[in-house]
């Protein structure tokens, strides 16, 4: 069965550097998606991504994050300069059209903020 | 604003009973409802999802909720579980008008023999 997969599985980095997390969705999904999930929180709605532009985004989404979709296949999120907050579970997910279809989603990459 | 709440953070269960895992929603429009489970150091994968139609929905291992929309609530059951069930069971919404799914804070099902 087809999956999403992320990459790295873990990615350490120093407060104030920039991190890329990237994401293969699955091959004919059209909309794609970040959540994060903080140590012992809730999954929480980052950004979807339709049609090469960004449908919808959530409050935590601000100037310091981005998404591009810089090939056929890699989705990525960019965290500009990060923050030790910024620690956490990021998943990637995708979906073959929009809400009544399912996401299905990655294993994540955890990212530690030192 | 929507909102999911899954009351029960912990459900420590023994093999081979009956178990529920509660879920509610709060939402001014119609939602889809979904059931995810994530098994440690794996990402979420969908169990069930009502989108329209019968109220009962059901998974290929035995899981099945009942939509009620009077009670505005997606509830997970299970007449006998097993010790590979013990995850994190996350319940989610989406309204139709938008794409991103609201989770809620996810219940622990634990299975002992």
């Known amino acids: 069965e087809p999956e999403v997969t992320q990459t790295p599985s873990h990615q350490v980095t120093q407060m104030g550097q920039e991190v890329i997390l990237r994401c293969v969705p699955i091959s004919n999904h059209l909309y794609f998606y970040w959540y994060r999930q903080i140590l012992g929180q809730k999954v929480e709605f980052l950004v979807s991504f339709y049609n090469n532009e960004i449908s919808e985004k959530s409050e935590i989404f601000d100037d310091q994050f981005s998404v591009e979709r810089p090939d056929g296949s890699n989705f990525t999120l960019k965290i500009r300069s990060t923050k030790l907050e910024d620690s956490a579970m990021y998943f990637c997910a995708s979906s073959e059209s929009d809400s009544n279809q399912p996401q299905h989603f990655g294993d994540g990459t955890r990212l530690s903020i030192l | 604003a929507q909102s999911v709440t899954q009351l029960d953070s912990q459900v420590p269960v023994f093999e081979e009973a009956p178990v529920e895992l509660r879920c509610n929603y709060s939402?001014?429009?119609?939602?889809?409802l979904f059931w995810y489970v994530q098994y440690p150091n794996q990402g979420l994968q969908l169990l069930l999802k009502y989108l329209s139609g019968s109220t009962l929905v059901e998974s290929i291992n035995g899981f099945e909720a009942e939509f009620n929309k009077s009670q505005t609530s997606f509830h997970l059951r299970k007449p006998s579980v097993h010790i590979s069930d013990t995850a994190e069971y996350f319940c989610a919404v989406s309204e139709v008008d938008t794409d991103k799914l609201i989770f809620g804070t996810g219940t622990r099902l634990q299975v002992f023999p």
């Open positions: 939402s001014s429009v119609s939602v889809y």
